[in-house]
């Protein structure tokens, strides 16, 4: 089943789009009903004086029966979906892993060494490459 890219933003809990040299990275990850009551979608809770997204939160919490999940539990739950162009042999692909960050070593162009960043990893389906979706990149 191809993959198609969520239409609004606002159905994901992470969302980027990128392009770095001859990679190309577009990575989201769907907003999911709450595990207990099926109702609402997990989101950050909402300041109730700004009614803003808290981005901070360390937990999730369901609008409709407030159940709370911590933030590192509940994401590794959810599924990212990837649309590549890889690197190296600059074929393009799709594919689908859990959101799980892990700490990764990769080069920074800009930096010119290697760094260590929180990254989901996973490997180009034609020539196994190794690429990254890290955290900070948006
Ligand atoms: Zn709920
Ligand atoms: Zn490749």
Not at 61 to 88: D, F, N, R, V
Not at 97 to 124: I, L, S
């Amino acid at each position: 089943m191809p993959i198609t890219p969520p239409a609004s933003m606002d159905d994901c809990v992470y969302f980027t789009n990128r392009t770095l040299g001859d990679s190309r990275i577009k990575a989201w990850v769907m907003r999911e009903q709450c595990p207990k009551c099926k109702n609402g979608l997990m989101q950050k809770p909402r300041d109730p004086k700004t009614g803003k997204y808290k981005l901070r939160a360390k937990e999730y919490q369901c609008p409709s029966c407030k159940h709370q999940a911590p933030i590192e539990e509940y994401e590794g739950t959810l599924t990212m979906s990837i649309l590549y162009t890889c690197p190296k042999c600059k074929k393009s692909g799709e594919l689908q892993t859990p959101f799980k960050r892990k700490k990764a070593k990769m080069f920074d162009e800009e930096a010119g060494k290697n760094v260590t960043v929180d990254a989901v990893q996973f490997n180009c389906q034609s020539c196994q490459q190794k690429m990254f979706v890290t955290k900070k990149m948006r």
